[in-house]
């Protein structure tokens, strides 16, 4: 974290936010090929299924409050991104009664799949990728009808970061308009902010529907789980919110409003 701010001090971000991973779904990982990931793997069993360590909320707001202290000049938010909220809620709320958290991401990174749970990386051998694709906007627009607990849809493009373009073509949003405007317009019409997710740069065309679909904010993330990666891409991100409509202010610190 510290490294984090210290990088986030050299850019001259204003503010930084630490939003970190909370998740309770039991999901399979890659145990071999070339989605294996060491840090997941790590943590699974033989079958490859990874149930998630719990969550210190007691050491996560002591390490926010020690970077509060030593680096005064940035203003360092507490976060968490709620994996499948509408799947935990009660997990959730027991984990947010132990402190202040100033923002909360809502997150989908698993489906349903053969009697298990996995992400769409996993999904896509077996599966039609656009199918997978039309599944997870339709289980995103579940996530937002249900309860309140999150203010920032995260990454709604997700499972775009593995499209397998060598057999099923080059990702094409135009090819699922409609379910990207069904969720879209769920999240506006719940008052939400979309997340703009610059670990890999959102389509254009996305955010052309969320200003159309009613979508009042938007937030940037750079994902960065590397203090090297801390605001990779806002400057083009930006570039491409103000030409969309959306400016600086009108809306809560650290998001961004349209402006009509």
Not at 71 to 97: D, K
Not at 99 to 128: K, M, N, V, Y
Not at 242 to 255: K, M, V
Request: proline share 7%; net charge negative.
């Amino acid at each position: 974290m510290e490294q984090t701010c210290v990088r986030a001090v050299e850019l001259g971000l204003p503010a930084i936010a630490f939003t970190e991973h909370l998740d309770h779904t039991v999901w399979r990982v890659a145990l071999e090929g070339p989605y294996v990931m060491d840090n997941l793997t790590a943590l699974a069993d033989a079958d490859g299924l990874l149930t998630p360590p719990a969550f210190d909320a007691a050491g996560y707001l002591e390490a926010i409050e020690r970077c509060r202290e030593k680096f005064p000049q940035l203003r360092v938010l507490s976060g968490l991104e709620l994996g499948e909220p509408h799947r935990h809620a009660a997990q959730i709320a027991q984990v947010l009664a132990a402190g202040q958290f100033d923002r909360l991401l809502g997150s989908l990174h698993t489906l349903p799949d053969q009697g298990a749970f996995a992400e769409p990386w996993g999904i896509f051998p077996h599966r039609d990728p656009h199918d997978v694709l039309r599944a997870y906007l339709a289980e995103v627009a579940a996530m937002v009808s249900t309860g309140e607990t999150f203010s920032v849809l995260a990454h709604i493009d997700y499972p775009v970061r593995f499209w397998p373009a060598e057999h099923a073509g080059p990702f094409d949003p135009a090819a699922f308009e409609d379910e990207f405007r069904h969720a879209l317009r769920l999240t506006a019409q719940s008052g939400r902010a979309l997340e703009v997710n610059t670990r890999l740069p959102l389509h254009a065309t996305v955010l052309t529907w969320w200003h159309e679909e009613g979508g009042d904010a938007i937030t940037f993330g750079s994902d960065a789980h590397l203090p090297a990666l801390v605001g990779h891409g806002f400057a083009e991100a930006a570039q491409m919110a103000e030409a969309h409509g959306f400016r600086p202010g009108g809306s809560p610190y650290g998001l961004w409003g349209r402006i009509d």
